[in-house]
Each structure stands twice: as C-alpha cells, then as structure tokens.
T-cell receptor
Framework: KAGVTQTPRYLIKTRGQQVTLSCSPISGHRSVSWYQQTPGQGLQFLFEYFSETQRNKGNFPGRFSGRQFSNSRSEMNVSTLELGDSALYLC?????????????????FGPGTRLTVL | QQQVKQSPQSLIVQKGGISIINCAYENTAFDYFPWYQQFPGKGPALLIAIRPDVSEKKEGRFTISFNKSAKQFSLHIMDSQPGDSATYFCAARDRETSGSRLTFGEGTQLTVNP
C-alpha cells in the first residue's frame, strides 16, 4: 500500500506570496491532518479534515487554510507569506481518528514539504 | 492543559545499551499515546502506541511503559543500535476533541555510538 505523498517536496517563496501544498493520503484513509514543524516550536497542529469537512483547527492565523476533496486528497494554502512561515509542513492520514479501535487512531506521516520564505 | 513534556532533549547511548525517553502530561482526557521516530529529511514514522488501560506494550526492541496515576509514559529502546539514531517524539490524543489531533512533545535527539 502506498504511503502518504506530499507535493512539492521543496518550495522557495518570497514574503507576501501565497503557496499551496498538496497531500494524498493512504488509500482508504479519510482523515488528513496538517502539522507545521520548526526547530523552535516543534510539531504544531494546523488543522484536520475528514469527509471534506474541517473537524479540528489549531491556533494558527487565518492566513493558513485548507480543504479536502471527495477522494480524501487535501491541500493547504498559506497566503501573505511571512519569514516565520518557513518550516517543514507535514501531512498525516488516518482511517478516521475517532476513539475506539486503536487502528483508527494511527496517523501516518508523509515526507513533508520544506517551505522557505525569503 | 494540552502540553506534553518530553525529556531529555538529547541522549547519547552506547551500542547495546538501553535508551529511555520520558513524557509527562496533565490532561486526563488524553486516551492514545503514540511514539514517532524521525530521521533527518523524513516525516515522523509511527513506532509504537499505547492506550491508558494498558501499563506496558512491547514491540521488538521497543517498549512503552505507562503510569496512569503519575500521568507519565516512557519509551525504552533495548539493545540500542547506531541505526536507532534519530529524533523521537511522544504524542497524545485528546478524546474530548473529535478526530486525530495529536499534541507532541518537544522531541529527543538520540545518538547511539558504535
């Protein structure tokens, strides 16, 4: 079974631009979560989508947004980029993420998209 | 109370030794505790996970010990190998927050010397 894929793997943008990152979950997984990883803040939750609906949102400004398509693929968008947005953006997928069966909670991460804002 | 506190920040172990990484939490609504391993340039990989109704779980050389009353859990890596050198993250999921959201510890950089 193919793992979580993310595109592109690397991006360089300048301040003020916007960027769209893409994530394809493991086949059959309906939940997609996005995380930001930086050396200073570690792994921070951005948001989660399940069945095309945002189910959870972290403490990030409105410049960060996302969506999920009917095939469970997800995109996240960052508008008006700031220098501090430079980070590794990780996507993770799981079956459903709800309590109950342990397997539904297991989240599998993609390799990430390294975003550099100049 | 969403924090998960992880220690140590870095750890150096000799080949064949035992690596121990500890995590503590305050939120009693956490109901799922995974550990992830991350190599440079890669995404975190799920290693092993435990639920609070179990005190210990072992998978190969990796063991999670869970102390519900102390709100602490730890990862033990037996017979540590140089290939285990990576950053390890503990995490927790809040059952009162629907979905998959994980709260991560700060990470531990493990170095296993040959």
């Amino acid at each position: 079974k193919a793992g979580v894929t993310q595109t592109p793997r690397y991006l360089i943008k300048t301040r003020g631009q916007q960027v769209t990152l893409s994530c394809s979950p493991i086949s059959g997984h309906r939940s997609v979560s996005w995380y930001q990883q930086t050396p200073g803040q570690g792994l921070q939750f951005l948001f989660e989508y399940f069945s095309e609906t945002q189910r959870n949102k972290g403490n990030f400004p409105g410049r960060f947004s996302g969506r999920q398509f009917s095939n469970s693929r997800s995109e996240m968008n960052v508008s008006t980029l700031e220098l501090g947005d430079s980070a590794l953006y990780l996507c993770a997928s799981s079956l459903s993420g709800t309590s109950g069966r342990a397997s539904s909670n297991e989240q599998f991460f993609g390799p990430g998209t390294r975003l550099t804002v100049l | 109370q969403q924090q998960v506190k992880q220690s140590p920040q870095s750890l150096i172990v000799q080949k064949g030794g035992i690596s121990i990484i500890n995590c503590a939490y305050e939120n009693t609504a956490f109901d799922y505790f995974p550990w992830y391993q991350q190599f440079p340039g890669k995404g975190p990989a799920l290693l092993i996970a435990i639920r609070p109704d179990v005190s210990e779980k072992k998978e190969g050389r990796f063991t999670i010990s869970f102390n519900k009353s102390a709100k602490q859990f730890s990862l033990h890596i037996m017979d540590s190998q140089p290939g285990d050198s990576a950053t390890y993250f503990c995490a927790a999921r809040d059952r009162e927050t629907s979905g998959s959201r994980l709260t991560f510890g700060e990470g531990t950089q493990l170095t296993v010397n040959p």
